[in-house]
């Protein structure tokens, strides 16, 4: 609701983490923090993006998606093309972002983390099985991450 001092502390912690991962977004609930923000870097340098909301979006475009939440691993992913998604800047100045491809493809990938939605949620009925199998060998003895992993493999 403010955008003051710790919230800008908390941008400049995120963006490095997400560089020293590397990764091109961060979700605030990435790294355990319940705040609806989001950084992303494609190409251009860091944009920090507070209380998004996806207003539209159009087309189909696929495209192998990775997450930092379940490392090492990819698949492609099927998301609208163009999307347009409002929010603040850390500034409180309002955000009206209209992008395509890559970088749609972010904005969709870090509000589904907002929105609680694991990458493995949007694959296919036979990819999520086998994804869940392969994670579930993977991470079982692992802590449980923000994104609650551990219940995603119970489904």
């Given amino acids: 609701e403010e955008i ?3 919230v800008a502390s908390l941008v400049a912690q995120m963006i490095e983490t997400m560089y020293a991962a590397p990764g091109v977004g961060l979700a605030a609930n990435q790294v355990g923090v319940s705040r609806r923000l989001f950084v992303y870097d494609a190409g251009d340098g860091p944009i920090t993006v507070i209380n998004p909301r996806l207003v539209e979006s159009e087309g189909e475009f696929t495209y192998t998606e990775a997450c930092l939440s379940v490392p090492g691993h990819a698949w492609d992913i099927t998301r609208p093309d163009r999307v347009h998604v409002i929010g603040l800047d850390l500034d409180g100045n309002e955000l009206s972002l209209e992008a395509s491809e890559f970088e749609g493809r972010i904005f969709q990938h870090e509000l589904d983390h ?7 949620e949007r694959l296919d009925d036979d990819q999520r099985r ?3 199998a392969m994670l579930r ?9 923000p994104d609650g992993l551990a219940s995603l493999l119970e489904r």
Wanted: no cysteine; proline share 5%; aromatic share 4%.
């Fill in 130 to 132: 086998e994804a869940r």
């Fill in 137 to 145: 060998r993977e991470f079982t003895s692992a802590p449980v991450d």
């Fill in 114 to 120: 907002l929105d609680g939605i694991l990458l493995v």
């Fill in 4 to 6: 003051d001092g710790g």
